[in-house]
Nanobody, 125 residues
Framework: QVQLVESGGGLVQAGGSLRLACAAS????????MAWFRQAPGKEREFVAG????????YDADSDKGRFTISRDNAKNTVYLQMNTLKPEDTAVYYC??????????????????WGQGTQVTVSS
């Protein structure tokens, strides 16, 4: 069993930055693909970015146009999402997710076995 705990969310003005962190515990972390998803009110959960065990990254096609960067520190069992130039439309609950694989990180939430509780990101205009 893997437990995921997100942190770093909050209220920020448009144009600002936030760094989300997801701490994993319970199992070996290095061979898990990790990802960030987000869900805004009334919308489906959407993929933001993923990172495989080697550090290879995947971003949503519409993503964030280079504003977001995912990274991981296997020694700390932590994955990060650096978000810059935030916009009001980035407002959502951001979730960390994981599944064990030696492949790439999927953009399909159904592939993920473990989820954090989410952290709220609110961007004011």
């Amino acid at each position: 069993q893997v437990q995921l705990v997100e942190s770093g969310g909050g209220l920020v003005q448009a144009g600002g930055s936030l760094r989300l962190a997801c701490a994993a515990s319970g199992r070996t972390f290095w061979n898990y693909a990790m990802a960030w998803f987000r869900q805004a009110p009334g919308k489906e959960r959407e993929f933001v970015a993923g990172i495989n065990w080697r550090g290879g990254t995947t971003y949503d096609a519409d993503s964030d146009k280079g504003r977001f960067t995912i990274s991981r520190d296997n020694a700390k069992n932590t994955v990060y999402l650096q978000m810059n130039t935030l916009k009001p439309e980035d407002t959502a609950v951001y979730y960390c997710a994981a599944y064990r694989t030696y492949g790439g990180s999927s953009s399909n939430p159904k592939d993920y076995d473990y989820w954090g509780q989410g952290t709220q990101v609110t961007v004011s205009s």
